[in-house]
């Protein structure tokens, strides 16, 4: 059996172009625009569920539309986006935290290791 | 509804033939997401890159050099240092592997489904699928995998093997933004019906299709002339079985798909009254081009005709602008020889292997597209240079 997850992201033969001035901006690049895809292979998905439920008489998209949360509603949905913009934020906020740690808990392990290697 | 813009048609509307590969409502959404995106690439942010070379590029080289860009060199140095079309060419190249990426994990997941169905039509009609296992891949075909497409035309994961050529066929809606029809034949159809009008007289009897990959560009040909016999010949033997399976799924009984060389196909001379190569001279070189001109010219019957569909040639009326943004796939989408190609006297060419000047014939095609969908006929469409579906035809008849 091939392994079709390995194959699917194969290199072509031929050195590969980098446009942008630093390679690590181009690299993130189409990291982001592969997730853009998944974010609009989603939202395909959803507009195909909400038709189909629409066909089916379950609900009118109108209702979405129209939708008001109630206040418990309000609370876990509001819960739900402040987890995800964390998540995704992790690393602004890890980078912060390293700029107000005391130095001493900021220390590189190669400084630890010299220090255990020493005392 | 109206809509601001031409939208390009969902992938659904690609006809289903029963070798083309499932595809689940995820992967058909991928599809539409990268050919929106390549559509927005070229009609919003491609624009830009002639706005850059006015505003920014000309004048800067100016400044620094004293003098005008005088080259597609010195224009492409200068071109590769501006911000914008830095960021166009890095969404271009990564909305290509994208592409390359989404179409191989649909068809490898079903690549032994795929081959099996291929295998079983292809034993329906054993002797119109001719493969030789003594014809070689061209060498510069082996240096690089041609449109960054893992594998090119020719790799097998397994024998049998079809899945390239299904990811092509599945994918070239993507980069031409759905324009080439349910079949994506919309060339091989553009070009027939140019034929039968301009040479309603003309009725081939046999039709060689050189460099025919998976034929989608050949069974058009077979389709506008049933009495004819239609060879498609080609090196990419995953592309010869699956073209030969779908032609068989079609319905199409005049066409035969033979693993040949087109340098040096062995045919007899005289023995073709119509050879025709679609969008295969930019993948060949300068070397096969020679043998590829005398090769046409001595199996050509007299009266028979010679035609070769390309984009536009580089001549001295294109600005030069135009020629390097053309030039795009040749250096960053793996099409090595495109630009080579579009350079080439193709008049002169053509007359070196004996064809007459007088009998050199020119026109232009675009792409017929049988897909039903909302189009809006008064948006503005802004060409995607080296991809749009609007080709130079041209060549000549043996006398």
């Given at each position: 059996?091939?392994?079709d997850i390995?194959?699917?992201?194969?290199?072509?033969?031929?050195?590969?172009?980098y446009?942008?001035?630093?390679?690590?901006?181009?690299?993130?690049?189409?990291?982001?625009m592969?997730?853009?895809?998944?974010?609009?292979?989603?939202?395909?998905?959803?507009?195909?569920?909400?038709?189909?439920?629409e066909?089916?008489?379950?609900?009118?998209?109108?209702?979405?539309?129209?939708?008001?949360?109630?206040?418990?509603?309000?609370?876990?949905?509001?819960?739900?986006?402040?987890?995800?913009?964390?998540?995704?934020?992790?690393?602004?906020?890890?980078?912060?935290e390293?700029?107000?740690?005391?130095?001493?808990?900021?220390l590189?392990?190669?400084e630890?290791a010299?220090?255990?290697?020493?005392? | 509804?109206?809509?601001?813009?031409?939208?390009?048609?969902?992938?659904?509307?690609?006809?289903k033939?029963?070798?083309?590969?499932?595809?689940?409502?995820?992967?058909?959404?991928?599809?539409?997401?990268?050919?929106?995106?390549?559509k927005?690439?070229?009609t919003?942010?491609?624009?830009?890159?002639?706005?850059?070379?006015?505003?920014?590029?000309?004048p800067k080289?100016?400044?620094?050099?004293?003098?005008?860009?005088?080259t597609?060199?010195?224009?492409?140095?200068?071109?590769?240092?501006?911000?914008?079309?830095?960021?166009?060419?890095?969404?271009?190249?990564?909305?290509?592997?994208m592409?390359?990426?989404a179409?191989?994990?649909?068809v490898?997941?079903?690549?032994?489904?795929?081959a099996?169905?291929?295998?079983?039509?292809?034993?329906?009609?054993?002797?119109?699928?001719?493969?030789?296992d003594?014809?070689?891949?061209?060498?510069?075909?082996?240096?690089?995998?041609?449109?960054?497409?893992?594998?090119?035309?020719?790799?097998?994961?397994?024998p049998?093997d079809?899945s390239?050529?299904?990811?092509?066929?599945?994918?070239?809606?993507?980069?031409?933004?759905?324009m080439?029809?349910?079949y994506?034949?919309?060339?091989?159809?553009?070009?027939?019906?140019?034929?039968?009008?301009?040479?309603?007289?003309?009725?081939?009897?046999?039709?060689l299709?050189?460099?025919c990959?998976?034929?989608?560009?050949?069974?058009?040909?077979?389709?506008?002339?049933p009495?004819?016999?239609?060879?498609?010949?080609?090196?990419?033997?995953?592309?010869?079985?699956?073209?030969?399976?779908?032609?068989v799924?079609?319905?199409?009984?005049?066409?035969k798909?033979?693993?040949?060389?087109?340098?040096?196909?062995?045919?007899?001379?005289?023995?073709?009254?119509?050879?025709?190569?679609?969008?295969?001279?930019?993948?060949?070189?300068?070397?096969?081009?020679?043998?590829?001109v005398?090769?046409?010219?001595?199996m050509?019957?007299?009266?028979?005709?010679?035609?070769?569909?390309?984009?536009p040639?580089?001549?001295?009326?294109?600005?030069?602008?135009?020629?390097?943004?053309?030039?795009?796939?040749?250096?960053?989408?793996?099409?090595?020889?495109?630009?080579?190609?579009?350079?080439?006297?193709?008049?002169?060419?053509m007359?070196?292997?004996?064809?007459?000047?007088?009998?050199?014939?020119?026109?232009?095609?675009?792409?017929?597209?049988?897909?039903?969908?909302?189009?809006?006929?008064?948006a503005?469409?802004?060409e995607?240079?080296?991809?749009?579906?609007?080709?130079?035809v041209?060549?000549?008849?043996k006398?």
């Amino acid at each position: 059996m091939i392994n079709d997850i390995l194959l699917s992201s194969n290199k072509a033969k031929g050195k590969r172009p980098y446009f942008l001035e630093n390679p690590e901006v181009e690299r993130v690049m189409n990291i982001t625009m592969a997730v853009a895809m998944e974010l609009g292979v989603m939202h395909e998905r959803l507009d195909t569920i909400e038709r189909l439920l629409e066909q089916k008489g379950v609900l009118q998209r109108s209702e979405i539309e129209a939708f008001e949360p109630n206040n418990e509603e309000i609370i876990e949905r509001q819960l739900w986006h402040a987890r995800y913009i964390a998540r995704i934020l992790r690393i602004v906020q890890q980078e912060l935290e390293a700029l107000q740690q005391d130095p001493e808990h900021n220390l590189s392990m190669e400084e630890v290791a010299n220090r255990l290697r020493n005392s | 509804m109206a809509t601001p813009v031409n939208l390009p048609p969902v992938h659904n509307k690609l006809a289903k033939h029963a070798v083309f590969p499932h595809f689940d409502h995820d992967e058909t959404a991928r599809y539409n997401f990268l050919t929106n995106l390549n559509k927005h690439l070229s009609t919003v942010i491609s624009p830009g890159n002639k706005i850059a070379f006015e505003q920014r590029v000309k004048p800067k080289f100016k400044a620094e050099n004293g003098r005008e860009i005088e080259t597609r060199d010195e224009l492409e140095v200068a071109m590769l240092n501006d911000p914008h079309f830095q960021t166009w060419s890095a969404l271009r190249r990564s909305t290509m592997e994208m592409r390359q990426q989404a179409g191989r994990a649909t068809v490898l997941r079903q690549a032994e489904e795929l081959a099996q169905k291929v295998a079983t039509l292809n034993a329906q009609k054993p002797d119109s699928l001719i493969l030789n296992d003594t014809v070689q891949v061209p060498h510069y075909m082996t240096l690089f995998d041609s449109h960054i497409m893992p594998g090119s035309y020719h790799t097998e994961q397994f024998p049998g093997d079809v899945s390239n050529a299904a990811s092509y066929d599945s994918g070239l809606f993507v980069t031409s933004a759905g324009m080439l029809g349910k079949y994506t034949d919309g060339g091989g159809k553009a070009l027939t019906t140019w034929l039968k009008a301009t040479y309603p007289n003309f009725n081939p009897k046999r039709i060689l299709d050189m460099g025919c990959g998976l034929g989608h560009n050949t069974l058009p040909l077979a389709t506008a002339f049933p009495d004819a016999e239609v060879i498609g010949i080609d090196t990419g033997v995953p592309m010869l079985r699956y073209g030969h399976a779908r032609a068989v799924a079609l319905g199409i009984e005049n066409v035969k798909f033979m693993q040949l060389d087109a340098t040096q196909t062995g045919f007899e001379n005289e023995a073709f009254d119509w050879i025709q190569t679609t969008m295969f001279l930019h993948e060949t070189s300068t070397h096969a081009m020679q043998r590829l001109v005398a090769e046409i010219y001595r199996m050509l019957r007299p009266n028979g005709l010679s035609l070769h569909i390309e984009q536009p040639q580089y001549t001295p009326e294109m600005s030069m602008f135009e020629q390097y943004i053309r030039d795009w796939d040749a250096l960053y989408n793996n099409e090595p020889f495109w630009g080579a190609m579009h350079d080439v006297d193709v008049r002169q060419w053509m007359m070196s292997a004996g064809f007459e000047e007088k009998n050199l014939l020119q026109f232009g095609a675009k792409a017929e597209n049988d897909m039903e969908y909302p189009r809006n006929p008064n948006a503005q469409e802004v060409e995607d240079h080296g991809r749009s579906p609007i080709w130079n035809v041209f060549g000549a008849w043996k006398k």
